[in-house]
């Protein structure tokens, strides 16, 4: 295994661009479900099937191509990774139907399961072992960016200038991406060898199992609401097009505050006592959502106190894993970015049977109950060493 002491400038900088176009390719859907829906002519619960099926191929090959690609230079493939998302989203925009949308998309996140996972692993080769805690959550800043800027942005092209659009831009963003990740990231670099055994010790490791468990609790609970946000957010309270776009823009910008405010106190609190603050905050936030239901300033404020721990939940999971297991660290941060899809997955499946029913309400009860089993999980894996030891 290769290591750097220290990384190129702005190497960092690169793989965070990276995640921002991964966050954006697979969460732009959520932005555009009216728009798309109307001009594709499908319901609003066909159209979210593009994230719940989106979702089933990122959970499978994340693990898969952390094992196929594990013997590849790095620099190489996530700039390929890259590569490939900017053509994905090229094409979306120009696709005929539904059935060639989610044919492009679904081919697109198959390749691109691999960059969330393997940003997170260089990141820890690049920099020395005490900054390895802030680095990952930098790097895990592109998703919360994508949440800050790319989805509000894409929604709002979505709803004036069409889903055509936004899908253009995303696509755009991904060959700047591409060339910034060709030009800054170091050659040469490796991670360990993934193979058979590494993923039979993962399952032996009863704190990585934990972990897996917590990050698929988590998300379960999230997309039930977020996958349908935008039209709930109409439905329940007549909310326009602009209003949804200023949601998530206000969930985004939490959610960037929120993973800077991570990546600072991380390496004193230790990632335990970090991760358990924010998945708190995730559950307040839904508990807010689901008790001002109908009433948009309520329903906009729960979101901002939700969105200050949604990208820094996930981006201490990664940390935790790293440090239970270093060693094994590419291999582990694809199996949770593996099942944090499969959470997407089984969250916007339940969230779009209820919209179906029409059981809006009932969202916010179904996503509180994942998430509070998520905190009892996180208090259940508490370090039994200093936790300055595993931060």
């Known amino acids: 295994m290769t290591d750097h002491s220290k990384s190129p400038r702005f190497a960092p900088t690169a793989l965070m661009l990276g995640n921002l176009v991964t966050g954006c390719s697979v969460l732009a859907p959520a932005g555009v479900l009216p728009e798309l829906a109307a001009e594709l002519d499908v319901s609003i619960r066909t159209t979210g099937l593009l994230i719940t099926f989106g979702a089933v191929i990122l959970c499978i090959c994340s ?20 590569a490939v998302f900017a053509l994905g989203n090229l094409a979306s925009s120009v696709a005929p139907g539904y059935a060639s949308l989610l044919v492009i998309r679904l081919g697109m996140l198959a390749v691109g399961a691999l960059y969330t996972p393997q940003a997170a692993g260089t990141a820890a080769l690049i920099v020395p072992a005490e900054r390895r805690g802030s680095s990952i959550a930098y790097v895990f800043l592109g998703w919360s960016l994508a949440a800050a800027v790319g989805l509000p942005l894409i929604t709002f092209v979505g709803s004036h200038l069409g889903w055509r659009m936004a899908y253009l831009l995303v696509g755009l963003v991904g060959v700047v991406s ?8 170091p050659n040469g670099l490796r991670g360990a060898p993934v193979e058979l055994k590494t993923w039979v010790e993962l399952g032996r490791n009863r704190t990585v199992v934990v972990l897996l468990l917590i990050t698929t609790l988590q998300m379960s609970g999230q997309f039930v609401v977020f ?4 039209p709930l957010l109409q439905t329940l309270t007549g909310a326009d097009a602009n209003q949804v776009g200023l949601v998530f823009a206000l969930y985004g910008v939490a959610g960037f505050v929120g993973v800077i405010i991570a990546s600072r106190i991380v390496d004193s609190w230790g990632a335990f006592r970090t991760s358990l603050l924010f998945t708190s905050l995730i559950l307040t936030g839904i508990v807010g959502w689901t008790v001002g239901a109908g009433t948009y300033p309520m329903m906009a404020t729960a979101v901002v106190v939700w969105g200050l721990g949604f990208a820094s939940a996930n981006s ?6 790293v440090s239970a297991a270093p060693p094994l660290a590419s291999a582990s941060v694809s199996l949770n970015t593996s099942v944090l899809y499969i959470g997407q997955a089984i969250g916007s499946a339940i969230g779009g049977a209820l919209f179906a029913q029409n059981l809006f309400g009932s969202t916010g009860y179904v996503a509180t109950a994942f998430v509070a089993m998520a905190v009892l999980a996180i208090l259940s894996s508490r370090p039994r060493v200093p936790v300055a030891a595993l931060a």
């Open 227 to 230: 996958t349908f946000m935008g």
């Open 63 to 82: 693990p898969l191509t952390a094992w196929l690609t594990s013997r590849i230079d790095r620099r190489r493939l996530l700039a390929v990774t890259l």
């Open 178 to 185: 591409c060339l910034l990740a060709v030009w800054r990231l």
């Open 316 to 321: 201490m999971q990664q940390v935790r894993l």
